[in-house]
């Protein structure tokens, strides 16, 4: 028998990707939506929109360029591009005569943003070819994004603080999905976030993650969770136990600002093949274990002194998470902002405001952890004196061999 002929001939999809990879590597920044219009009128499409969440997540806001549509910001809450950023769907809309289309533009399972496009018609080869090229759009926004202003300038709505400018080019992306298992993270207020921040990684099968919140306000405030983030990554990449972790930061905050300076902390290590959490709480609330859409109790466990101030080596306590089980960290800007009357908010107010969500319709993680950031809000009078910080955890289990097969 003869070797098998393989057909590398190449056909219009590839033609049509192939052309924004092979400019991708040159390509300015303020080139890529005009080339993206061309490529998206090579199938029919039309009126094209890149649409970019703004800092606050409550807005979806038109990207500027040379033969994009430019329209008005869309809502996340009742609009047809809010519906697919926050489920990571298409989303199609029947017009008189055409289809308007949403696409989620995600990069690694973080949402970037939306790209929007009018079809006279859609056939599925379309939603498969406009669904890789969004994703291809996506890649592109965050590899441009690392040296440009553009994106960040269409995403701002209003002035921003120079500590909150420092916090948002400190945090990883606010959401990421594997099989088995998604985090995803608010930080607020949005324009003006000084002392909170979160970070996590990855690492073969186990999640890394920390919350934490940097004492006082303002540049100083900035300046220690920049210095603890730092610390964290540095110790993440060279030792193993969260107890290393604490100390390396613990050192790095003391030797710089002295003993009457601190952050307080949480640090976990999450098997997500098993579902084995080890939690370090460093003055910190206790995370929040939500079980089928309700708290089910709070993850106990020995509070050690904050960092910056040579606490002991920490107690490491452990839980097992079943599947599906989600963990809610938080900062006390969540539950010390004091409401009508001067009363604080407390913690069992936010278990109401969880328990309460939990009973409606449960959508992607992501937008149910923006419906309780939004919904805690209007319950504290729309005020956030303090940064307060949400941070969570959905665990799936099981494995993701099975996408590192080729068909």
Not at 335 to 348: D, K, Q, S, T
Request: glycine share 8%; hydrophobic share 45%.
């Amino acid at each position: 028998m003869g070797e098998e002929i393989v057909d590398r001939s190449e056909g219009f999809g590839e033609r049509l990707l192939g052309l924004l990879l092979d400019r991708a590597r040159l390509m300015p920044p303020q080139l890529i939506a005009p080339l993206v219009a061309e490529e998206v009128a090579r199938v029919g499409g039309r009126d094209v929109s890149i649409l970019l969440q703004d800092y606050t997540q409550e807005l979806l806001v038109p990207l500027p360029g040379k033969k994009l549509y430019v329209g008005q910001p869309e809502p996340m809450a009742d609009s047809p591009a809010g519906r697919a950023f926050l489920r990571m769907e298409v989303v199609e809309v029947p017009q008189a005569r055409s289809i308007r289309m949403y696409l989620p533009l995600l990069d690694g399972s973080d949402q970037v943003g939306v790209m929007a496009l009018t079809l006279d018609a859609v056939t599925d080869d379309d939603r498969r070819l406009l669904r890789r090229l969004a994703a291809l759009v996506a890649d592109m926004l965050v590899t441009k994004n690392s040296y440009t202003d553009q994106f960040f300038l269409a995403r701002r709505r209003e002035p921003m603080t120079v500590s909150a400018e420092i916090q948002w080019s400190l945090l990883p992306p606010l959401s990421m999905s594997v099989p088995q298992v998604e985090v995803a993270g608010i930080l607020e207020p949005a324009y003006h976030a000084a002392g909170d921040s979160f970070d996590y990684a990855l690492n073969d099968n186990i999640l890394h993650v920390a919350v934490i919140d940097a004492m006082g306000h303002g540049l100083d405030a900035a300046s220690m969770a920049t210095i603890t983030i730092g610390a964290y990554r540095h110790a993440r990449r060279v030792f193993v136990s969260l107890a290393e972790k604490y100390a390396f930061m613990d050192d790095a905050i003391s030797q710089q600002f002295g003993p009457d300076h601190f952050v307080t902390a949480q640090l976990m290590h999450l098997n997500i093949t098993t579902g084995e959490l080890e939690l370090v709480n460093a003055g910190h609330p206790a995370p929040l274990l939500i079980r089928g859409g309700r708290v089910a109790h709070r993850l106990e466990s020995t509070t050690t002194l904050p960092v910056g101030v040579g606490g002991e080596v920490p107690r490491i306590a452990g839980h097992m998470l079943q599947q599906g089980d989600r963990v809610l960290c938080y900062t006390d800007g969540i539950i010390e902002e004091r409401v009508a009357g001067g009363e604080l908010f407390g913690e069992e107010r936010l278990i109401r405001c969880i328990n309460r969500l939990g009973e409606e319709s449960s959508e992607a993680l992501r937008a149910d952890l923006r419906r309780l950031s939004h919904t805690l809000k209007r319950e504290r009078g729309g005020r956030t004196s303090d940064d307060a910080t949400l941070f969570m955890i959905e665990w799936h289990g099981g494995a993701a061999d099975h996408l590192a097969v080729v068909d």
